[in-house]
């Protein structure tokens, strides 16, 4: 008799290679990100911040932070 080879699908093949492809394809797309802007420190002008105004003082007092 002749050697056997293992029975494997085609569809196992393709799994295989998709699953390749999707793991390179991640790889590629986070290797090449900039880093992110550093956020501006809560104290400078010109920008949407967080400011204790009275509706947030009211908030604080009514809820007993």
């Given at each position: ?18 699953g ?12 090449n ?33």
């Amino acid at each position: 008799m002749s050697p056997m080879k293992p029975a494997t699908s085609p569809r196992r093949g393709f799994f295989k290679t998709a699953g390749l492809t999707a793991a390179a394809a991640v790889a590629a797309a986070t290797a090449n990100t900039t880093p992110a802007a550093a956020m501006t420190p809560p104290g400078t002008k010109g920008g949407k911040h967080y400011s204790e105004s009275d509706h947030v003082k009211k908030f604080y007092e009514v809820n007993r932070y």
